[in-house]
């Protein structure tokens, strides 16, 4: 080992084994930090917060969208109409449903019409039959009189053996006349008549399906409230996953929230949420409490967007708060790791 020299009073430098263990020192109290933060981090907990968009709707509430697929010919309902429930909003193109219908119609006429006719002959024939049985009977009666009369005045030597047997045999014809007329079949005529009957209830079917078919090309309110419209234009497809209005009903007291499908399943009735209006925004925004009242089980969206929808409560406070305005909520999930807070996307 060398010999160091140094100035009096002066430092003397560190040895090897000095240097190890202060290096030695310094990663043992750096890791021991490391692993106090890291551990900090886990235990620490903060608040997982879900924030989620909609707007304000009320408790009796509906989307109106189209049973159907089809043009747009007529649009009879403006936002801010009141409508009452099965009035008339959009009418599409029914050339078609209508030409069904007329159709359908005149088989169903010309069917009752045939129908009718039909009954009318075979009550008439069946009251003809009637009356000639009423009529073979009168003459069967009378020719058993003329018979027995003629029986008389032959048995007294009055009537010869010719007219004896020519009042026989008017019996004997007037009887088989009888049993011929009793034995007509009228059932034919019913059977005739039930065939009829089938396909007039079938023509009144395909009616009554060309009347719902043409029904829905009508798209009516399916409740009262005022009306909120959607952007869509005469000359339009529609599609039935189109919403075209929204219709609201009493107090705007709930909330429409589209919640990301990565939040949803976190989500239950009674998730508390801070909710921020638009018409209450600005610097320092005023924040309304509320919870969720109901979860879609669905998911909804396009490919770029999932989210399931949630109905929430809230307390307007004394703030007049108008049906279709914007909100935009933080919906209170829990708890969780600070790290997890910091990195997870």
């Known amino acids: 080992m060398g010999n ?16 190890v263990r202060r290096r030695n020192k310094i990663m043992l109290y750096t890791s021991l930090s490391l692993i106090v933060i890291i551990s900090l981090g886990f235990l620490i907990r903060v608040p997982y917060k879900a924030v989620a968009t909609g707007y304000i709707t009320t408790a009796e509430y509906a989307d109106v969208r189209a049973s159907t697929s089809g043009r747009v010919a007529e649009i009879l ?6 409508v009452k429930k099965g009035d008339p909003m959009v009418k599409l193109e029914s050339d078609a449903e209508q030409a069904a219908v007329d159709e359908a119609s ?8 045939e129908l009718t006719l039909r009954k009318a002959t075979a009550i008439e024939n069946k009251r003809a039959h009637a009356d000639a049985i009423k009529l073979a009977e009168l003459e069967l009666k009378y020719a058993n009189e003329q018979l027995a009369l003629t029986k008389s005045l032959y048995e007294k030597g009055l009537a010869s053996g010719r007219r004896l047997s020519e009042d026989t045999f008017a019996v004997e014809k007037c009887e088989e006349f009888l ?11 019913d059977k005739q ?13 395909a009616l009554t399906r ?3 078919e043409l029904k829905k090309r009508t798209i009516s309110a399916p409740i009262d409230g005022t009306v909120t419209r959607y952007s869509f234009y005469v000359g339009e497809m529609l599609r039935t996953d189109m919403v075209l209005y929204e219709i609201f009903q009493g107090e705007a007291n709930c909330i429409k929230l589209r919640i990301p499908e990565k939040y949803a399943e976190k989500v239950e009735v009674g998730t508390p949420l801070r909710l921020t209006l638009g018409t209450y925004g600005g610097i320092i925004p005023h924040k309304f409490d509320g919870k969720v ?14 989210y399931r929808v949630a109905y929430c409560e809230f ?3 004394s703030y007049g708060v108008s049906p279709g305005t914007s909100a935009r909520a933080k919906l209170l999930l829990g708890k969780q790791s600070l790290w997890k807070f910091i990195f997870e996307p």
């Open 106 to 113: 005149k088989l169903v006429s010309k069917a009752e019409a």
């Open 77 to 82: 309902v403006s936002s801010g109409d009141t």
């Open 210 to 212: 060309a009347q719902a």
């Open 193 to 205: 008549i039930a065939v009829l009957e089938q396909e007039l209830e079938s023509q009144r079917e």
């Open 179 to 189: 049993r011929v007329t009793k034995a007509k079949d009228l059932t034919l005529e």
């Open 4 to 19: 160091v020299r140094t100035e009096a009073g002066g430092v003397l430098p560190e040895t090897r084994h000095e240097h």
């Open 315 to 317: 307390d307007p406070e």
């Open 293 to 306: 009242t109901y979860l879609r089980g669905v998911v909804e969206g396009t490919a770029d967007s999932y």
